[in-house]
């Protein structure tokens, strides 16, 4: 058992700090302001990869992913060829953390290197995990390694992306191994350690991609999963036969013979157990270029980088080739998704509409989403979302479509109640005016919180228009037309959320606003403000109009969308009786409900009873029904209404 030298490689320690106070100021920031977002994988070159290779497969980025971490992977992999796993060694904080804990197990000596047959055969569960992280990856275009991570797990308190078990499993597994067993995450379970050797034998990986390309060119349909299965199998063949890279890295740790003493202090210095005392050249798979065993060596110049005195060489090397990653990603930006449904003909003559400012388009899912509502506009042949800077493209056919009409297919109208006005009112005032700045959900959601906080304003609405037009309903003995436009054009926006309070910055600027102040009855506000819920079902067109009758009840929760979400599943439930036929929300002074039901086959004590009951039944798709908790609450008994003598029924 080798044991290990405390060396003073300073700029080792100093990057091992630096990435370690970094994370720390993130934990600590993250503690004391609600509105940073901290992003423990930012930087992360394994994400990276995975994310590239995702991009590669589908046209898109994992949602979580950025040109940060897919630049930062691709300097990791030249880095790999040049000079070896400089990640693992200078910045990764997983490798530092088993390190360090590894000298517990040094102290009381019970820490051992695996060798021989064993250590061959346990390299195999590291590229394991890594097919199995990189497939899963593709596969949801979600980061899988968050699931299982020990590193992640930590720095983001077991997040929402964790999977508990396997984190804890994963960090009981990483801390045990470090004390016990010789740097056991990086040389045994880590995917990152297995992708990194497979770039040490780029050769191989070279080969097996170019031959994948060349098939695919060749018209072969050949899923991505085969090139990925054998890299991941030869590489660990590669790894376990030979123990070191071919050809590469470029850069390796030799030892000069004729000045060496063979005190041995190497060997004990190097953090990965290796024999350095009796070769010339250390070109063992695991050689990760710390240079530990340089600043160890007693005779100057015993121990070099490719017999230079290249010690500063690893140092400068990973800034470096951080700094390239960084600007790099800075300066390009990829897209997030990349679709497109038109044919060959139709994009060869497409104009390219671009959008800034989309807020709402801020991940894979809402980008996807967007996408899909695109797709529904005639004219419109495929889109680009770009996360980072919030930018779209829309790609269209010029023929049928122009700019304003995608901005405007692009625009979601929105009606918000605020605050339901008292029951005293009179009337209600309205004021229509542009604002510049309002056009997507998230800019709808601030201005909502914008005027929410403000006594007397109880709503509003938005259509299309450049600028957007909103139109606003108040109570004018509480506020006036000038304080409405003085509170949307401040500078920021204050809100609470889940115990949270956050401050952000808003650019609303009004346009027009005081000369279309009119006045309306507050029951005109309350049904202008919503859009009636309406199903027909069970042969409801059969019945002439005399054989049905209405029982309207109230239905206060009708004001909230979140309830109106689960009316589907209040019709499900009601349609289980065979004459019930119709459902329907009205809004007058109040929001009612209105059940259509025919006359003499049911009655109003039954609907009451099925409105109220504690679980709603519910009917899926292909037969199956279920129960779900009843949300709704009817605490008034209802009417029964005549309708009126007309021999038809439209389902208006
Ligand atoms: S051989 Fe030297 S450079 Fe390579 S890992 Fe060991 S101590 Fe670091
Ligand atoms: S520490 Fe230097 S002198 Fe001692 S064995 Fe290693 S290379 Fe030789």
């Keep these: 058992m080798a044991g290990h030298k405390k060396v003073k490689n300073i700029g080792r320690k100093s990057l091992q700090w630096t ?6 100021y993130m934990v600590i920031r993250l503690w004391i302001n609600p509105n940073y977002i901290a992003d ?3 930087y992360c070159p394994f994400g990276g990869l995975q994310a590239f290779a995702s991009f590669s497969v589908n046209n898109s980025l994992a949602c979580s992913m950025a040109e940060t971490q897919i630049f930062m992977g691709i300097l990791l992999a030249i880095g790999i060829i040049l000079f070896s796993k400089l990640f693992c060694s200078y910045i990764c904080p997983v490798g530092t953390f088993t390190e360090w804990l590894g000298r517990i197990g040094d102290r009381f000596h019970v820490r051992y290197q695996i060798k021989g047959v064993a250590d061959r055969l346990f390299r195999i569960l590291k590229y394991a995990l890594l097919f199995v992280t990189v497939y899963f990856t593709v596969t949801s275009s979600e980061l899988f390694c968050k699931e299982y991570d020990p590193y992640y797990a930590i720095f983001t308190g077991f997040g929402s992306d964790v999977v508990f078990w396997m984190a804890l499993t994963a960090l009981a597994i990483t801390i045990l191994g470090a004390i016990f067993i010789r740097q056991f995450w990086c040389k045994y379970l880590c995917p990152l350690g297995a992708l990194s050797n497979i770039f040490t034998n780029v050769i191989m990986f070279a080969a097996v991609m170019v031959a994948y390309l060349l098939l695919l060119y060749f018209g072969l349909k050949i899923s991505w999963v085969w090139p990925l299965a054998i890299i991941t199998v030869f590489g660990y063949l590669l790894e376990a036969t030979r123990l070191k890279g071919w050809l590469f890295p470029v850069f390796k740790i030799t030892r000069k013979e004729q000045s060496c003493i063979n005190c041995n202090i190497c060997d004990l210095a190097c953090p990965m157990g290796l024999e350095i005392a009796h070769v010339d050249v250390i070109d063992h798979i695991d050689c990760h270029l710390c240079g ?35 600007f790099l990603a800075t300066t390009i930006e990829l897209p997030t998704i990349n679709m497109r449904w038109g044919n060959d003909r139709q994009l060869a003559t497409a104009s390219i509409f671009s959008q800034s400012g989309i807020k709402s388009v801020k991940c894979y899912g809402s980008s996807v989403s967007f996408a899909n509502k695109m797709k529904r506009v005639p004219g419109v042949l495929g889109v680009e979302t770009f996360v980072k800077s919030h930018k779209v493209k829309v790609l269209y056919d010029p023929k049928k479509l122009d700019e304003e009409q995608i901005r405007k297919s692009i625009f979601t109208p929105g009606k918000t109640l605020l605050h339901r006005p008292p029951a005293d009112i009179k009337e209600i005032a309205v004021v229509k005016m542009g604002v510049d700045k309002l056009f997507d959900s998230y800019d709808a959601f601030y201005f909502t919180q914008l005027l929410r906080q403000q006594k007397g304003v109880f709503g509003f609405s938005t259509r299309f228009g450049e600028p957007v037009k909103a139109t606003i309903f108040f109570d004018s003995s509480a506020i006036q037309p000038s304080g409405l436009k003085q509170i ?12 949270k309070t ?26 202008s403000m919503f859009q009636p819920y309406n199903k027909i079902f069970n042969k409801y067109k059969t019945y002439r109009a005399q054989d049905l009758q209405i029982y309207q009840i109230a239905m206060p929760q009708a004001l ?16 289980t009786d065979d004459f019930i036929v119709r459902f329907q929300t009205i809004y ?20 009451y ?7 709603l039944t519910v009917h899926y798709r292909g037969g199956k029904t279920g129960e779900v908790k009843n949300p709704f609450q009817f605490s008034e008994k209802g009417l029964v209404l005549k309708i009126g003598s007309k021999k038809t029924l439209s389902s208006k």
């Design 560 to 575: 909230n969308p979140r309830f109106r979400r689960s009316m589907s599943l209040l019709v499900s439930h009601l349609s």
């Design 609 to 615: 009873r099925a409105l109220t009951l504690p679980k």
């Design 292 to 326: 530990d065993c340089i600043q160890a060596c007693p005779v100057n110049n015993t121990l070099q980088i490719n017999k230079k005195e290249w010690r500063w060489l690893p140092s400068v090397a990973t800034v470096s080739l951080i700094a390239i990653g960084l």
């Design 588 to 607: 007058k002074e109040r929001p009612y409900a209105r059940i259509y039901f025919v006359r003499g086959k049911t009655d109003v004590e039954h609907i």
């Design 19 to 24: 990435t370690l106070i970094l994370l720390a």
């Design 40 to 42: 423990f994988e930012a």
């Design 488 to 499: 949307i054009e401040q500078p920021t926006v204050t809100y609470r959320s889940r115990g």
């Design 502 to 527: 956050y401050t952000k910055p808003i650019r609303f600027k009004v346009t027009d606003a005081t000369d279309s102040l009119r006045f309306i009855k507050p029951q005109s506000f309350i049904s």
